[in-house]
């Protein structure tokens, strides 16, 4: 059974730069698609990073395309998100997702399509 638990969020001003962390417990090879999404109060749930680990493949929302890094380090079976060049947008509950999903859908696939989420990290930007 996969666990995931968030961590590195925090309070920083606008401009700043975070980096997020997600060790992946009973990770195996067979975890395909591993995507970070973020939920802010009074906001629908928005996927902003995705790596398939097929092939090592990346995908970023336009809103926080060129800021934000996806990547994943096998070694220690850890999900990170390095988010650079912060603003008051990006303030929200961020939450990492394991699944067993094919290459198609891994970029496009919600929240209910993978099967582990962690209890997610609070990012607060100030301007």
């Known amino acids: 059974q996969v666990q995931l638990a968030e961590s590195g969020g925090g309070s920083v001003q606008a401009g700043g730069s975070l980096r997020l962390s997600c060790p992946i417990v009973?990770?195996?090879?067979?975890?395909?698609?591993l995507k970070w999404f973020r939920q802010a109060p009074g906001k629908e749930r928005e996927g902003v990073a995705t790596?398939?680990?097929?092939?090592?493949?990346?995908y970023y929302s336009d809103s926080v395309k060129d800021r934000f890094t996806i990547s994943l380090n096998y070694a220690e079976k850890t999900l990170s998100l390095e988010m650079n060049n912060l603003n008051v947008d990006d303030t929200a509950m961020y939450s990492c997702?394991?699944?067993?999903?094919?290459?198609?859908?891994?970029?496009?696939?919600?929240?209910?399509?993978?099967?582990?989420w962690g209890q997610g990290t609070q990012v607060t930007v100030s301007s």
């Open positions: 009973g990770y195996t090879d067979f975890s395909a698609c």
């Open positions: 997702s394991e699944g067993f999903l094919s290459p198609q859908l891994c970029p496009v696939a919600t929240w209910s399509d993978f099967h582990a």
């Open positions: 790596i398939y680990t097929g092939g090592g493949f990346t």
